[in-house]
């Protein structure tokens, strides 16, 4: 995406404006200890979506390289200055980028993480993005089935991300979160090791003959 289209974009122009008027906490997300509690391997961290991101600077203070990918740049300024100010600013890269468009390589990072985001291509690239026997942590906003308000496309059905995760991959936990209102699904799941898939590639051969 060209810059130009990139500053007319108005999920940038809508979430800057929002960044301007509520000052940071920087608390790190619930999924960061879960994602260490786990066991995650050594590599660098893929945040998409990921605002003025507590999780990014909690990570980046366990040593790990943090790129950090949002729209809306007043977020990532946000996210520098207060790197800087903790001493972790070689540790995060802020990335500019429209998420769904963005290519974040594959198979590179211990830990790929979103939170109160989704994009259903966004999720397919982030799990194509995760180291074997690496992690990704994901949190959307969930539907209610008691409503009948039409789907909105930024909300998934609890138990939908475990649906969409590619073969190979482990579920550790997906659970419902609601608090007031709110509601979302947060899966925490482990690609799988690179001799898995090595051995199921090897099955695919010697069963195609
Ligand atoms: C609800 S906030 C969540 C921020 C952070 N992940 C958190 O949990 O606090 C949604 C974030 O998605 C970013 N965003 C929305 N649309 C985007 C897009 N198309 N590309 C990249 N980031 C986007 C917004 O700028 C915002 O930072």
Do not use: K
Request: net charge neutral; charged share 25%.
């Amino acid at each position: 995406m060209r810059r130009t289209e990139l500053a007319e974009h108005p999920d940038r122009r809508r979430w800057n404006t929002r960044y301007l008027q509520r000052p940071p906490t920087f608390e790190p997300h619930p999924l960061v200890d879960a994602a260490l509690a786990a066991g995650c391997p050594t590599g660098p961290v893929l945040e998409l979506a990921c605002g003025r991101s507590g999780s990014a600077l909690a990570l980046a203070a366990t040593g790990r390289r943090v790129v950090a990918v949002d729209i809306a740049d007043l977020a990532l300024t946000q996210l520098t200055t207060e790197a800087r100010r903790r001493g972790l600013a070689e540790l995060i890269e802020p990335v500019a980028a429209d998420v769904p468009a963005h290519d974040p390589g594959t198979r590179c990072h211990a830990l790929v993480l979103a939170t109160s985001y989704w994009d259903a291509t966004a999720f397919r690239s982030a799990c194509a993005a995760v180291l074997p026997g690496g992690l990704i942590g994901w949190e959307a906003l969930a539907d209610s089935p008691e409503t009948d308000r039409p789907e909105r496309p930024w909300h998934v059905r609890h138990g939908e991300l475990s649906t969409r995760l590619p073969g190979g991959f482990e579920v550790l936990a997906e659970e419902l979160i609601v608090s007031g209102r709110r509601r979302s699904t947060r899966l925490l799941a482990r690609a799988g090791s690179a001799d898995t898939s090595t051995q199921r590639a090897d099955t695919r051969e010697g069963t195609g003959g």
